[in-house]
């Protein structure tokens, strides 16, 4: 807590004219080793005006944990004669493995659907750009399927309420990993928002990487991705060859 004062108060000597936000994570780094049962995030900083004055009052605060984004793809399973089968299915291109948002209030009564939309505040808010050409109807529908099922899983979550500003300078909010979090580069985007208008924000950087054995599988299978294959191929070959060796003894 002394370094954010100290850097705030630096900031205000030379003479900044927005306000100032001073975001930091209680880790940069997440190692996911065996037995990962998942983690904590704590989210804290402080948010001071140009005069120095203490702006707990005047703002809220919103902060978005977003884990790394790429292209999914959604199928919808229908029951068929008494067995599920893959129907309809959309891909989207811009999907977060994992998004988390917190704020000080209720993100509607912090700001209207047009702003929450253009920083995405929030999982109605969410842009899941579609791959090819897709009515809006089903577009909702699939994205509704997709947030459903990743909101269950605990990869996309929100918290009402989830920052705590103290003594109208300090805030902080906890924002949970599970067990299956993705790796990757996640980014924590902290946001001052005042009278519905975002007045700054400012970003934080996580780090969430595989150690040990099973780190190793999964750089061998990026980096060597066709060998990686034809191993697994080979070894699943070779595992039902002995099973049915076994078997066949028995």
């Not at 140009?50 to 707990?56: F, L």
């Not at 791959?131 to 997709?146: K, S």
């Amino acid at each position: 807590m002394r370094a954010l004062f100290a850097l705030a108060a630096l900031l205000l000597l030379t003479g900044a004219r927005e306000p100032i936000l001073v975001p930091e994570i209680s880790q940069h780094e997440v190692e996911v080793r065996h037995g990962f049962t998942g983690a904590e995030l704590l989210l804290f900083g402080a948010i001071l005006d140009p005069e120095g004055a203490r702006a707990g009052s005047d703002y809220d605060i919103v902060v978005v944990l977003k884990g790394p984004v790429q292209s999914i793809m959604v199928r919808e399973k229908r029951r068929m004669a008494g067995v599920w089968l893959n129907a309809a299915s959309t891909g989207f291109r811009s999907a977060p493995l994992f998004y988390a948002v917190a704020s000080s209030r209720p993100i509607r009564r912090i700001v209207d659907d047009k702003t929450a939309a253009i920083y995405e505040l929030g999982l109605p808010w969410l842009q899941l750009s579609p791959i090819g050409a897709i009515e809006p109807g089903e577009q909702a529908r699939f994205a509704a399927g997709l947030v459903d099922l990743n909101r269950r899983g605990g990869l996309y979550q929100e918290h009402e309420n989830g920052v705590k500003i103290s003594e109208q300078v300090l805030y902080q909010a906890r924002i949970s990993l599970p067990s299956s979090v993705p790796t990757g580069t996640y980014t924590a985007e902290t946001f001052a928002i005042r009278d519905g208008r975002v007045i700054t924000s400012a970003i934080s950087r996580v780090e969430v990487r595989k150690l040990g054995f099973e780190g190793a599988i999964t750089r061998f299978a990026d980096r060597e991705s066709f060998l990686y294959g034809m191993l697994a191929v080979t070894v699943s070959v070779l595992m039902g060859w002995i099973a049915g060796r076994l078997f066949a003894l028995v």
